[in-house]
């Protein structure tokens, strides 16, 4: 097993190289990643990414929402949070195999004192307390196994940026079970940091205390083509959004001007079928924006540009285009 420095802690770029060395590398042999994000909520491919963030706190605060291209739930990743990727040669009967890939985990957490136990179907856990998620992605008899360490994150930020705020919403996507969390540091005996943790993990993933001299370093070709792969992927709102699974939403808020209720459907990222509802005041006929915001993607930028070509006050008295934003999206 070879194990390949990445020092990039934009979550774009991460998820990218995982993809890049999934369908790219010698498949002859076997690779371990470790790898940190900065603030970043990371979203499994087949959920609906509005229904699994608190868009308002996640825009306030800055930070990054990429989709991985492995299923299973949405997690939160900051600097004080681990992930460790495995890329295998693998048979049907090794893939969702969890429990195989977690193990040197517990063994170097049980080193240095900490009992963990592997939990349900992708999980491992202190006391009951779940510090690692795990997901999968296999193709082609490749594997890639890839899981959360939370050492020492913020967990006040862990529950309030996955603590969706909607009124209602109905969807197809997977939604992500949420549990009790906790991090590593505090039932360490001995104090390490995180990047002297990384040592430790990394000599028994490859059960070796010379494991640098097995470690692979990207090629300028290497860099190049994962930025590329960022760039037509994991940066764009398409992946990220647009690829959530259709769903229908219903929001609703009191202005100045009256209560004023959306309903909606949003189908490969588009926004369909909006309805507007209250008992706001106005000249003319709301039919006309319903019409004119159909089909627009549902993306604030964009849903903000085309109301500036709208004359709002023609249409609500006392309600305005900010206010019709915030309804929508907060």
Known sequence: MISIRNDSKDPHFNLALEEYVFYNFDPSWDYVLLWQNEPSVIIGRNQNTMEEINYKFI??????????????????????????????NSERDVTSNFKIFTEPVMSALAKLGV???????????????KFSGNAQHYSKNRLLHHGTILFDSDLI????????????????GIKSVRSRVTNVFPYLEEKVTVEEFKDILLKFFLDDDNYKEKEYILTEADLAAVKSLMDRKYLTWEW???ESPAFELEKGKRFEGGN????????????????IYGDFFGKKDVSD?????KSKQFQEEVIRGALRQIDFEEYFTGITKDNFVECMFY
């Open 59 to 88: 825009k306030d605060n800055n930070i990054n929402v990429v989709r991985r291209m492995s299923g299973g739930g949405a997690v939160y990743h900051d600097l004080g949070n681990l992930n460790y990727t495995f890329i295998v």
């Open 115 to 129: 009992k963990a136990e592997f939990s349900g179907r992708n999980d491992i856990t202190i006391d009951g307390r």
């Open 157 to 172: 930020v862990v529950q309030e940026a996955l603590n969706v705020k909607v009124d209602k919403m109905q969807s197809k």
């Open 240 to 242: 990220n959004y647009g």
């Open 260 to 275: 004023l209720s959306l309903k909606f459907n949003v189908k490969e990222g588009s926004l369909q079928e909006l309805k």
């Open 289 to 293: 924006i319903e019409e004119q915001l």
